[in-house]
């Protein structure tokens, strides 16, 4: 029944794209939640383009020396591209800010390209 509906979905849409904290895996984690796997392998069987659009405000918080146990940008890289390589995504984008209560924004130190 659901193949059906992603034929429908990719008859209407070129591309998808996703957040991925619990809409693709769990949060701060690589663990899917159920059928992710199963939806984008059939997406793109069916041609749809899928990308990952994130926010990941961790390092920012880790940089500024928040109380917490927050990844590395690295570990950030690493994570993304691990779920963009095994669903076969065609990429991702991460924006790297984390806004406070009181507005004030953060960002984490980054090593040039």
Known sequence: MWKNKLEILAKRYYLVLYDLDRTLV???????LPNVQAYAKELGSLGVKQVIV??????ACKD???KGNYPSVD????????VVAELGMKGGYISWAYQSK????????????
């Open 75 to 82: 570990e950030v890289k690493i994570r993304v591209e691990t």
């Open 64 to 66: 500024a020396g928040f």
């Open 54 to 59: 994130t926010n990941q405000g961790g390092p």
């Open 102 to 113: 009181d507005g004030t924004h953060y960002y984490p130190v980054m090593d040039p390209p």
């Open 26 to 32: 769990g949060f701060d984690s690589v663990d899917y």
